[in-house]
């Protein structure tokens, strides 16, 4: 690992995790704002949308949230009211929660039309980057000012899981999975070189099911290394944030901060 990543610890979710994922999440919207007027962040599902709540909602949502586009890192091939759909998680813990008279973010969720074709719903979410991020051929790859990430107790991030053909692949900015090991099985995902490749990359990890995980990211044994989510700290070096709870990093030797600055 080049410049390694930093790895938060905070005692508690709610009270010391959420206001320091905040501060960090504010701080990196306003260095995108500065640098172009936009703030594009990508999300993941799982529990993300709740922390992400959590941190953005309380004292107020973010002033500025009409300047944010919000993308998903990856999403279940579902219909957008499905309980599985991690569009559906977002909008019921966070868009839903916006007071109906501020600010609101645009968000891209994928498009419905061709749900049991994943491959087809892949290349239409990268239809939408391209014409979002500026033309494919001006720009080599995508560039999100903040990706958030979950890590599964499998060490996979996004739907990149371990040991999968989707870890190798460079050639397209989305990709689709059919054989997701976590259901439902069809499922798009952004592909390894676009997660790296953003401005900030902040993980968020709680609970005492990601302790052994963890420490196999980190230690980075021959196993732990070549596990997705440490195939980001890799490529994503001291761009990378990690947001844990005590619970989450028990015995990880790695050096640990306990507030963001
Ligand atoms: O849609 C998904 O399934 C995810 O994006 C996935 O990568 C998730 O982030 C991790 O599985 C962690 O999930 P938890 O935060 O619920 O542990």
Redesign the pocket.
């Known amino acids: 690992m080049g410049r390694p990543p930093k790895l938060y610890s905070f005692p508690d979710v709610e009270n010391d995790l959420a206001p320091n994922l905040r501060k960090y999440i504010l701080a990196e919207q306003k260095e995108a704002l500065a640098r172009h007027g936009k703030f594009r962040v990508g999300v ?5 949308p709740k922390t992400l709540s959590r941190a953005l909602l309380a004292p107020n949502p973010p002033a500025s949230l009409d300047k944010w586009e919000i993308f998903f ?2 999403e ?1 091939c579902v219909p957008l009211d499905h309980d599985d759909s ?1 569009y559906k998680a977002l909008k019921n813990d966070f868009l839903d929660q916006l007071p109906e008279d501020g600010p609101k973010p645009k968000v891209f969720p994928i498009d419905e039309t061709a749900l049991d074709d994943p491959q087809e719903v892949a290349d239409q979410y990268e239809q939408t980057l391209v014409s979002t991020f500026a033309n494919r051929d001006s720009v080599k790859l995508p560039l999100f000012d903040l990706i958030l ?4 107790p499998d060490g ?4 990149l899981f371990p040991d999968h053909a989707l870890l190798r692949a460079t050639d397209a900015w989305v990709l689709s999975i059919t054989d997701s090991p ?1 259901p439902p099985p069809g499922r798009i995902t952004l592909s390894l070189p676009i997660l790296t490749h953003a401005c900030a990359i902040a993980f968020v990890a709680t609970g005492g099911g990601k302790k052994g995980i963890l420490k196999k990211i980190f230690e980075a044994d021959d196993e732990g290394r070549a596990l997705p989510s440490a195939l980001v700290n890799e490529g994503g070096g001291d761009k990378v944030s990690w947001f844990c709870d005590s619970a989450a990093v028990e015995g990880v030797g790695f050096p640990k901060r306990t507030s963001v600055i």
């Open positions: 993941s599902g799982g529990s993300l890192v990856d279940r991690n990430l979950g890590c599964g996979h991030t996004a739907s976590k």
